[in-house]
């Protein structure tokens, strides 16, 4: 079993920086994707980016718009998402997924709580 634990949302006026981190518990596949997906009031999970946990190759949502970066430390099994340049609308729970085969939420099979990200303007 696979146990993930997101920290490092909060609240950060437009234009400030955030660093989330996501710790796994277990030993997910390793030859697969982790991803950061987001989730607003009312609005549908929406893929942010994935991470090939074995390349290290990285996947961004058009909206990131060279803002985010995603990255992962094997030895820790441990996924992060620098976030910069933060908008408003970048405000929603942020969740961390594991052992994906695409850029869809359906395809990961573990899935941390979620950290709130609220942006202010």
């Known amino acids: 079993q696979v146990r993930l634990v997101e920290s490092g949302g909060g609240l950060v006026q437009a234009g400030g920086s955030l660093r989330l981190s996501c710790a796994a518990s277990?030993?997910?596949?390793?030859?697969?994707?982790w991803g950061w997906f987001r989730q607003a009031p009312g609005k549908e999970r929406e893929y942010v980016a994935i991470?090939?946990?074995?390349?290290?190759?990285?996947y961004y949502a058009n909206f990131v718009k060279g803002r985010f970066t995603i990255s992962r430390d094997n030895a820790k099994n441990t996924m992060y998402l620098q976030m910069n340049d933060l908008e408003p609308a970048d405000t929603a729970a942020y969740y961390c997924?594991?052992?994906?085969?695409?850029?869809?939420?359906?395809?990961?099979?573990?899935w941390g709580q979620g950290t709130q990200v609220t942006v202010s303007s």
């Open positions: 277990g030993r997910p596949a390793s030859n697969s994707a």
């Open positions: 997924a594991a052992q994906g085969k695409s850029t869809a939420p359906s395809t990961f099979d573990y």
């Open positions: 991470i090939a946990w074995t390349s290290g190759i990285p």
